[in-house]
């Protein structure tokens, strides 16, 4: 039996509510979310993890966070 957490339940519902929401809630999403990846996967290979996330990305998800890196590569911080 798989139990899951509330917080996996929920985890695309949030996202479709946020991804309808302001620029700063949409970069509080994404640095916190960020943060504790790469603050979590210090011990052990961050590109193992980033592995598995894209492997379940869909493919428009896939295009936004490709052209958000692209802007970020771009940009000044």
């Avoid at 519902?13 to 970069?27: L, R, V």
């Avoid at 193992?48 to 896939?62: G, V, Y």
Wanted: proline share 3%.
């Amino acid at each position: 039996m798989n139990v899951k957490t509330a917080v996996e339940q929920l985890a695309g519902p949030i996202g479709k509510e946020i991804g309808a929401s302001d620029d700063h809630t949409q970069a509080a999403l994404l640095n916190g979310f960020c943060e504790m990846l790469e603050q979590t996967c210090r011990m052990t290979d961050i590109n193992t993890q980033l592995c598995f996330i894209s492997d379940k990305l869909t493919h428009r998800a896939r295009l936004v966070i490709i052209q958000l890196a692209e802007f970020c590569e771009t940009s000044k911080p």
